[in-house]
């Protein structure tokens, strides 16, 4: 997993490779308030070579940060139907340009928000887009590679749809019809070699058939096996229900969840998460994501609601934390108290724990760190109104802002958050690992071990070691692999410490660069049976050194 200490050699890689100096914080000062910058701050600046790029947004991966330009059309809702991208390694500070040699049809461009773009593998982008063929608009996808060469096309399904990644490729989900059906197809990653896309299978979610009630809003979200969950809000409908008497326990809403397992094809029967029978304005899911300590997912909720008392009236909004498990058990719901009397807010969960509060006015974007049940603890700076965006960088608790520097030239500043939770670089439920990161090993080591913060059970992801390629966009060369229930896996006493075996063959070449790929649920936690996250691939690197025999 991406960690702060490789974003500072990224940042410093920028600045020799772009021969643009990191700002100090006495430069950056200059610039904008001094309540704007701390020491722990980091900042480079990025110089578009094309005059006219306007940036559209930034995504920061594991890998890279990706970074999307566009020339403005007259209608300020609309741009230029090309496509440019700018990938930025952070380790080696190398940028690709993208510049697609393809004119995109109007309607994907007109308004911008009917195109967007996805990393879908190593070295290839998924651009997807409205497009009307025959008559019928829906969504279409373009698989490109990190040199901007175009590799196939294809159908994704109705416009309205929405794009999400997995670890078995990607999907896209429709948005429900007025009978609560939304329609998924999930596709393969990108064929290493051609960029060929596939689909895998298609279904339908299908919310609660409830006569009484309709369905008002809907959200879905990443499962840690690399499937996806999916999240209905019910309002009863006071026409379709009895009205010869008027029950005074209607529940008025409803939330229910509904999962679809990796390698499945039918989503789980809906489980009721959430109801009230208070008759509240609306319910709003703001997002849904995995909890750090292995107790499912959390999503953050609002409830609005009309207070009348003496005659006056007024409107309340409060968040809640919704928590429940991957078998739809509801463990938590718990109101969120907010730093401030202002509600319109934007409150996200943290990868260590925790939530950060942003809200932003006409002179700053102001940020607040709550603990795990919704207490203030600190303020964690703003940005100044010169700060055109902002976004949370949630694997590494980072905040980040851009700004315009000057022409062609873009600052982007990146704030750290506390780690509420203390893991390790892998992840907040990895204590350790052992040899660690970057270790030049033995080549006859008989094991590797992972102690987790809590008790685990071993479960059916795989552990796997691969020998890095000198191609970076090649995959690397598998030398083992297993699943956790293999049996070739043990568990220590400590009940946290897992044991991985070694093949005599897998180190076998000297002086070459291996990671150890720990997919998700390889582990699951004892208490609740919930899967773990893994460790992603070129994180938990090893070298071999020269092996020497004595006669």
Not at 512 to 522: C, H
């Amino acid at each position: 997993m991406f960690n702060l200490k490789v974003l500072i050699t990224f940042i410093c890689l920028i600045s020799v490779v772009s021969s643009q100096n990191i700002l100090s914080r006495d430069i950056l000062s200059q610039n904008g308030s001094l309540h704007d910058i701390s020491p722990q701050d980091i900042s480079f600046i990025y110089e578009e070579p094309i005059d006219g790029l306007k940036f559209v947004t930034l995504l920061p991966t594991y890998n890279h940060l990706m970074i999307w330009m566009a020339f403005e059309d007259e209608d300020p809702e609309c741009m230029l139907p090309y496509f440019h991208l700018r990938i930025i390694n952070k380790i080696t500070g190398q940028t690709n340009y993208i510049d697609l040699n393809y004119t995109l049809p109007a309607e994907a461009v007109c308004p911008i928000n009917n195109i967007d773009f996805l990393p879908v593998a190593d070295n290839y982008i998924l651009l997807y887009y409205a497009k009307t063929t025959n008559g019928i608009k829906g969504k279409h996808g373009m698989i490109i590679n990190y040199s901007g060469e175009f590799m196939s096309e294809i159908y994704l399904g109705n416009a309205d749809g929405y794009v999400a990644l997995s670890n078995e490729g990607f999907i896209n989900i429709e948005k429900p019809d007025e009978k609560g059906i939304s329609a998924w197809h999930w596709y393969s990653s990108p064929n290493i070699e051609t960029g060929e896309v596939v689909e895998h299978s298609s279904g339908e979610f299908h919310a609660p058939n409830l006569p009484s009630y309709t369905l008002v809003d809907s959200l879905n979200f990443d499962l840690v096996d690399g499937g996806f969950g999916f999240l209905y809000i019910l309002k009863y409908d006071e026409t379709k229900g009895s009205s010869v008497i008027k029950d005074p326990n209607v529940q008025y809403w409803r939330i229910y969840v509904s999962f679809l397992k990796v390698k499945t094809d039918l989503p789980t029967k809906p489980s009721l998460l959430y109801e009230t029978t208070q008759k509240l304005n609306n319910i709003t899911l703001r997002l849904c994501t995995l909890t750090y300590n292995a107790e499912g997912y959390i999503c953050v909720m609002t409830l609005n609601n009309t207070i009348t008392n003496n005659n006056k009236s007024w409107t309340e909004i409060n968040y809640y934390q919704l928590g429940f498990l991957s078998t739809g058990a509801l463990v938590r719901l718990e109101i969120i108290p907010t730093p401030t009397n202002i509600t319109d807010i934007d409150l996200r969960a943290l990868y260590y724990g925790g939530f950060i509060v942003i809200y932003q006015n006409a002179s700053a974007i102001d940020f607040y760190l709550l603990d795990d049940n919704g207490n203030y603890m600190q303020s964690q700076g703003s940005f100044g109104p010169e700060f055109f965006f902002y976004n949370t960088y949630r694997t590494i608790s980072t905040i980040f802002g851009v700004k315009e520097q000057a022409k062609n030239k873009l600052e982007f500043l990146f704030k750290p958050l506390p780690k509420l939770k203390k893991g390790s670089e892998f992840s907040p439920v990895i204590e350790s690992a052992k040899p660690s990161i970057n270790e030049v090993i033995d080549p006859l080591i008989k094991e590797i071990t992972i102690k987790y913060t809590i008790p685990v059970k071993l479960s059916t992801g795989n552990v796997s070691i691969f020998q890095l390629n000198d191609d970076k966009y090649k995959p690397g060369l598998l030398r083992q692999t297993f699943s956790g229930d293999s049996k070739l896996c043990t568990i220590g006493s400590d009940n946290h410490t897992v044991h991985i075996p070694i093949f005599e063959s897998t180190f076998s070449q000297q002086n070459s660069t291996y990671y150890v790929l720990v997919g998700n649920n390889f582990v699951i936690s004892q208490e609740r049976d919930e899967p773990l996250i893994g460790i992603r691939k070129n994180i938990w690197t090893l070298s071999t050194s020269n092996i020497h025999i004595f006669f």
